[in-house]
Structure formats: C-alpha cells, structure tokens
Nanobody, 123 residues
Framework: QVQLVESGGGLVQAGGSLRLSCAASGRTFSSYVVGWFRQAPGKEREFVAAISWSGAYTYYAEAVKGRFTISRDNAKNTVYLQMNSLKPGDTAVYYC????????????????WGQGTQVTVSS
C-alpha cells in the first residue's frame, strides 16, 4: 500500500506562489504515476497535473499550463506541485493521488489518495 500526505497549502494573494508536496510512505512509489487533482466548493474534482513513473512525461490541465509545474524526486518518495501566478480561481482543496498503471487524467484510475490540502487565493 502507498500512503500519501499533502502539505504546503495555505492562503496566498493573487499572483503569488505556493509549492505543494506529496510525500509517500509504506512503499516506494517510484514506479507509480502521480497526479494532482483539486476540488472547489460545489464543483467536481478535476485534474490538475500528472507525472509518469520516470518523470519523462508530464500533463497539465489547460487552466494551469504555464503556471504550475509538477516534478518528482523518487529518492525522497515525494512529488511536488509548484504553483506560480496563482489566481482566485485556483482556490480549492488539492489532492495528490497515485496509481501503478498508465492513467493520468481520470481520477477513477487512481488507487491511492491523500487527504488534501487547502489552497486559498485572495484577490
């Protein structure tokens, strides 16, 4: 089993930056796809970004492309989401998730989920 814990959320002004971390324990996830999803009040959970096992492939939602960067350090069992130029529309609970398959965009393809971390972007 892989257990995931997010950290790094908080309150930031529009235009600011935050870096989220997703730390895995219990089992190495170097061979896992890891994704970030977010859920705003009243909305469905949506895909934000994902990274392949090796880090060779990354995928981003159009809304965050060019502003967010996903990366991973398999030696530390940690995946990061660097969020720059934050907008109020980025306000949501952010979740990291992992799967040993080749799923990137579909949340139903992910087997393991963290508890989430709140990101609030003020005007």
């Amino acid at each position: 089993q892989v257990q995931l814990v997010e950290s790094g959320g908080g309150l930031v002004q529009a235009g600011g930056s935050l870096r989220l971390s997703c730390a895995a324990s219990g089992r190495t996830f170097s061979s896992y796809v890891v994704g970030w999803f977010r859920q705003a009040p009243g909305k469905e959970r949506e895909f934000v970004a994902a990274i392949s096992w090796s880090g060779a492939y990354t995928y981003y939602a159009e809304a965050v492309k060019g502003r967010f960067t996903i990366s991973r350090d398999n030696a530390k069992n940690t995946v990061y989401l660097q969020m720059n130029s934050l907008k109020p529309g980025d306000t949501a609970v952010y979740y990291c998730a992992a799967n040993p398959h080749s799923e990137y965009h579909n949340p139903h393809g992910y087997d393991y989920w963290g508890q989430g971390t709140q990101v609030t972007v003020s005007s």
